[in-house]
């Protein structure tokens, strides 16, 4: 404010050097006014951003260089497509006879850089050696994936095992590993709390309990994934992309007590663009989010395995909303449905919610 009692010539010439300054920094960055203002119209003529088709099912890839796109896939599956790459976050698509359908079946997923397998349990990775075998991509994983993918068929060679603490290259892009926990919300709630809400929803439902034909189904499913107790400890991991020159996507699928990987992870990316994670439970859920929040602070969360079947099992995403913005009042929850394309420019930082 000393400003205002300088002589006007001065002032004027003062913000003449502040407008070059800030010219020079944001040329420096490789981002130019015209640029950024025309970051979101490109997207908005991008069909990558336009259309409900994930690119590793034949949908188009995005033509701008610096434009990430991210699509909820049910449950914590995630696709990020930037460049020619397409990345997938856990691979859950079929999921059994009540769940809504995603749209995406796992024969439909023909293209896939990498499948980065948050842990082994079913509703994580149930798809993966299907999509794997099909694809051809590399699965970044614990160990507890690779004995899920080997009794799946999956050649050793496609598995990286991977503990926390590893950094992958891609072309534009590293993807670092983490260490989390597994969510311990059973703990957190009186003893028989979420059996009982469970069985209350169940009756409060329309729908008919399950055939046997459909509990064949599921266990089918169930099967296709790990129950070693050791997930919880050493076999949750997160991972943090970094796209061109800064632009991070944080993936957790468990929303367990912070780790000191965790800790170290968000001291190394102060701003974290984008992260996807998980809650269910209800409101037992609601408590561990706020913490992934805190820690991370991201600017934009989408929300996902809050998607059971039915319309009373899907938990809204209005009250963790509200709690995460209470928390981190520049934290902004996505609320978007399966496949819709939600693009974001990596240099400017805009963001379009196609479709
Ligand atoms: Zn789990």
Aim: charged share 15%.
């Amino acid at each position: 404010m000393h400003n205002s009692q300088l002589p006007t010539s001065n002032s004027q010439g003062d913000r003449v050097v502040a407008l070059g300054v800030v010219a020079l920094l944001l040329a420096s960055l490789g981002v130019s006014l015209l640029d950024a203002q025309g970051a979101k119209a490109a997207m908005q003529q991008d069909p990558a951003c336009q259309s409900l088709t994930p690119v590793s099912a034949g949908g188009p890839a995005p033509k701008g260089p610096d434009t990430v796109v991210v699509r909820w896939l049910g449950w914590t599956n995630y696709e990020i497509a930037y460049r020619g790459e397409v990345f997938l976050l856990d691979a859950y698509f079929d999921r059994g006879p009540r769940m809504h359908a995603v749209g995406v079946a796992p024969a439909d997923i023909r293209k896939a850089t990498a499948i980065f397998i948050g842990h082994a349990h079913f509703d994580h990775m149930s798809d993966a050696a299907a999509v794997a075998k099909q694809t051809g991509a590399t699965v970044i994983g614990a160990s507890f994936a690779g004995d899920v993918l080997a009794s799946g068929g999956v050649p050793a060679r496609q598995f990286k095992a991977v503990k926390g603490g590893e950094v992958m290259p891609y072309p534009g892009v590293t993807v670092e590993a983490a260490l989390g926990h597994h969510n311990v919300i059973a703990t957190t709630v009186p003893q028989g709390f979420l059996e009982k809400q469970a069985a209350a929803l169940d009756a409060a439902s329309l729908q008919q309990p399950p055939t046997d034909a459909e509990k064949a189904q599921l266990d089918a499913i169930r099967a296709r994934g790990s129950r070693d107790p050791k997930i919880a400890t050493d076999g949750v991991i997160n991972y943090l992309f970094t796209f061109g020159n800064g632009f991070h996507v944080l993936f957790a699928d468990s929303p367990g007590p912070i780790t000191a990987d965790q800790r170290m992870l968000a001291q190394r990316a102060p701003t974290v663009d984008v992260a996807m994670f998980p809650y269910f439970s209800f409101e037992a859920g609601i408590p561990p989010l706020v913490e992934l929040v805190k820690t991370f602070r991201p600017s934009t969360v989408f929300l996902g395995h809050h998607d059971a079947e039915g319309t009373m099992k899907w938990a809204s995403n209005y009250p963790p909303a509200l709690a995460i913005r209470d928390a981190s009042p520049k934290t902004r929850t996505m609320d978007v449905i399966y496949r819709t394309p939600v693009c974001f420019n990596t240099q400017s930082k805009e963001m379009l919610i196609g479709w």
